[in-house]
């Protein structure tokens, strides 16, 4: 068990502590700590290459991480001879620096940055920095010492705890008359022992019995005293005996007529699932509870934002994975960074020469996170322009230097130029003007390549505005695909459900007018219909298409120019790489150059995305990046699941965070 977990800056600044008894917090605050004097007996004095220290009946154990000039102390009582302790070190050193790098390099760099007066006043929330942190201390606190359990435990075991269960082969097996058959195995031995012995003591007395009836010796003696009938050899014959497998039912053919109730049985037609209100039972299913956005001072419904320390267990494996393998020479793409520059020293000018390496590792680690290619080299150059000619004083001022360019240029890409407030552009839409007529309604157009999930992500949108309490119409505009019209019938049946449920005043309705149609005039007769029965949004479903189908892209945009709806989204995957810039650059140069020549007062491009399967590419979050680079609008929403709440936010701050992980 331990006693103290330190985590502090190399100029004396305890970032994170924690005491594990009362006592050894009492000592931690004292001059006496075991802590100080390490720090003080050690490390002043440059004794850091002892493998532990000792004070006061106390072991410590530390660890470095120089380019971020973190201390990682752990202190406990000598006596213990704890194993796990450098294991722990490391997977905690790995875990903490993975989590908060950003926050950890902006900060090192505001001590390098600031003068002595400005750093005692330097406003720093370390409680809100790190927040979450001890949940995770915790998980890997945990985990290490359970594997050091299992660890110690398969030592005994593998030391002779079980043989004492085996069973001779010449012995026969223990009657259950004989008061003096000893056990085959000692009392105090652990229950896990005692399941293999008897396993292994069950499989001798069944080799015995085949033996038997092969031979018609052994099978008299093995059958038991007085005639008895010998018990079942094994747990698992016992079971099979007493358990009979189940008869199918048989299904009747005859010639008689189908009943009524057979008939109903088999009638799996969506005008019953509409009839009948069994499916409210499965209202559980369609929404997450844990993922559940939540409502401002003003009451609106906001979609939660997408938290990438979701992988926080993936990180502590890969940590626990890396501490434990043997050790070798090895450097992350981005972490090489700084290595390139350690042959820097001094006061030195940047040039392109010293910059090619970096920028080069900067490009593969940007395409390994998913970006694509000509998005990554444009990128990097124009890092590399901006850090030629400034002047590196030190190898940590310099990692610094190439890290915040980059987290830089990555925030100015990623930055909105435009609001991506929704609700706010529906509310002045809708707000009551001068003139008598109802207002139109706010049509938001759905656009993307086929079998991205438009109309499943179309659906997860209608759910976050019926919790908004608005009317919702839904045009069925994909008049191609089999079974598209279908498909949002289910969705608009299960979104009515929940709002009905729910009661929060909010409806949804299904505007269909079949297949083989044109999807212009269906989402022009859509958007009639909301503007005469007073709904506030229609979304506009249409048909997924190919980036370079001509035809088809004119078609979409002629459905843009003949409504001009006032949001154009284009629905893409979070898995491709260089698709991605070809399918937006594609779709938003067709339309605005087929939207004007169709009768469009201007080009009209794509105004914003929704990036789909979010929750499969973990931090290979480059794609975002590709896409907003590319048009230059932001990403709206991501969907990541099979809910209706599966829909998040992205935050700049944790994309950046995400891309420049290692």
């Known amino acids: 068990m331990l006693d103290h977990c330190s985590i502090s800056h190399k100029g004396g600044i305890v970032l994170w502590s924690r005491s594990f008894t009362p006592e050894a917090s009492q000592l931690s605050s004292s001059a006496a700590s075991p802590v100080n004097s390490l720090i003080r007996e050690a490390l002043i004095e440059g004794r850091t290459t002892e493998e532990k220290y000792e004070k006061d009946g106390f072991a410590v154990k530390w660890s470095f991480v120089n380019d971020l000039e973190l201390i990682f102390v752990v202190a406990y009582q000598r006596i213990l001879q704890l194993t796990y302790v450098d294991t722990f070190l490391e997977t905690l050193k790995a875990v903490f620096v993975e989590l908060f790098r950003p926050f950890l390099t902006t900060f090192i760099a505001s001590l390098h940055a600031t003068s002595e007066s400005a750093i005692q006043t330097l406003n720093l929330n370390f409680r809100e920095a790190f927040k979450g942190w001890d949940q995770t201390f915790d998980k890997v606190l945990n985990g290490i010492e359970n594997r050091a359990a299992q660890d110690r435990k398969s030592r005994l075991r593998n030391a002779g705890l079980v043989k004492p269960a085996v069973v001779s082969e010449d ?20 229950t896990d022992g005692q399941d293999i012995a008897l396993k292994v003591h069950a499989l001798k007395n069944r080799l015995r019995g085949r033996g038997g009836r092969r031979g018609g010796g052994r099978a008299r003696l093995d059958s038991g005293s007085g005639g008895r009938d010998s018990a079942p050899s094994s747990d698992t014959e016992a079971g099979s005996k007493k358990k009979k497998t189940p008869k199918k039912s048989k299904r009747t053919w005859g010639d008689e007529p189908v009943s009524e109730s057979e008939m109903d049985s088999l009638d799996f037609s969506s005008d019953k699932d509409m009839r009948t209100n069994d499916s409210s039972a499965d209202l559980s299913n369609l929404v997450d509870q844990s993922s559940l956005g939540t409502r401002g001072a003003d009451g609106l419904y906001q979609v939660p934002d997408w938290d990438f320390s979701k992988k926080t267990d993936k990180i502590i494996q890969g940590a626990f994975a890396s501490a434990t393998a043997p050790s070798k020479t090895e450097t992350s793409s981005l972490g090489g960074l700084g290595s390139l520059f350690a042959r820097l020293t001094g006061s030195k000018t940047l040039s392109h020469e010293d910059l090619k390496p970096v920028l080069d590792g900067m490009k593969q680690h940007l395409m390994a996170k998913n970006v694509a290619k000509e998005i990554s080299d444009k990128i990097c150059q124009g890092v590399g322009e901006s850090l030629v000619g400034k002047t590196v004083g030190s190898f940590q001022t ?73 009317k919702v119409l839904i045009a069925a505009c994909d008049t191609f695909r089999s079974g598209a019209v279908e498909q949002l019938r289910v969705h608009v049946k299960n979104l009515g459900m929940l709002a009905s449920s729910s009661g929060n ?111 499969t590419v973990d931090d290979k979050v480059g794609a975002a990046l590709s896409m907003t680079y590319v048009t230059g609008q932001p990403i709206l929403f991501v969907g990541c699941g099979q809910t209706y709440t599966d829909l998040r936010q992205l935050r700049v701050a944790n994309v950046v965070k995400a891309i420049l992980g290692d």
Request: hydrophobic fraction near 35%.
């Open 505 to 615: 005043g909010g409806s949804v309705d299904l505007f269909e007018r079949g297949y083989g149609k044109d999807a212009a005039s269906i989402a022009k007769e859509a958007i009639t219909y909301a503007k005469e029965n007073s709904y506030d949004v229609v979304l506009i479903d249409t048909a997924g298409r190919m980036q370079d189908n001509e035809p088809l892209m004119r078609a979409l945009a002629k459905l843009v120019a003949v409504n001009n709806p006032d949001r154009i989204i284009f629905v893409g995957e979070a898995l491709v790489g260089n698709e991605a810039v070809d399918q937006l650059t594609k779709f938003d140069r067709a339309l605005r150059d087929f939207s004007s020549t169709a009768g469009g007062r201007g080009g009209r491009g794509i105004d914003g995305m929704l990036v789909t399967k979010w929750d």
């Open 398 to 470: 310099t990692n610094a230097l190439v890290r915040g360019a980059l987290a830089t240029s990555l925030t100015q890409i990623l930055t909105p130029k435009s609001s991506t407030d929704i609700l706010l552009s529906i509310r002045q839409k809708l707000a009551p003007s001068t003139s008598h007529q109802p207002p139109s309604p706010y049509a938001i157009t759905f656009v993307g390549v086929n079998g991205v999930g438009k109309s499943t992500n179309l659906s997860k949108v209608a759910f976050w505005l019926l919790q908004n309490k608005l």
């Open 171 to 190: 012995s026969n097996p223990p009657s259950d008359d004989d008061p003096n058959t000893s056990p085959s195995q000692p009392e105090e031995a652990p």
